[in-house]
Nanobody
Framework: HVQLVESGGGSVQAGESLRLSCEAS????????MGWFRQDPEKEREFVAA????????YFTDSVKGRFTISTDPTKNTAYLEMRSLRPGDSGVYYC????????????????WGQGTQVTVS
């Protein structure tokens, strides 16, 4: 049974940083796309960032470009989302997801999801 476990969320002030982690229970889960999505109440889940672990290609939504980076550590089956210069609009529940690729955009491209971690920026 594949599991993705997020950690690293919290409450911060605008301008501060957070690093989210997503640990996969199975190495094969991390082969392909590792993505991060966020969701506010009453809104649809939106794409934030993704990395294709074979090509190292990265993708970001426009609002986080230049502030967020995404990376993976294959030795730990873990993906990271480094978030800097956080804004109140970045608040939400952040979900990690894994999919086979090659397209890494859109929640329908992912078949494994974590439980989410809350990020609150005030």
């Amino acid at each position: 049974h594949v599991q993705l476990v997020e950690s690293g969320g919290g409450s911060v002030q605008a301008g501060e940083s957070l690093r989210l982690s997503c640990e996969a229970s199975d190495y094969t889960t991390t082969v392909g796309c590792m993505g991060w999505f966020r969701q506010d109440p009453e809104k649809e889940r939106e794409f934030v960032a993704a990395v294709h672990t074979l090509s190292d290609a990265t993708y970001f939504t426009d609002s986080v470009k230049g502030r967020f980076t995404i990376s993976t550590d294959p030795t730990k089956n873990t993906a990271y989302l480094e978030m800097r210069s956080l804004r109140p609009g970045d608040s939400g529940v952040y979900y990690c997801a894994a999919g086979p690729g090659p397209i890494c955009l859109g929640p329908d491209r992912y078949n494994y999801w974590g439980q989410g971690t809350q990020v609150t920026v005030s």
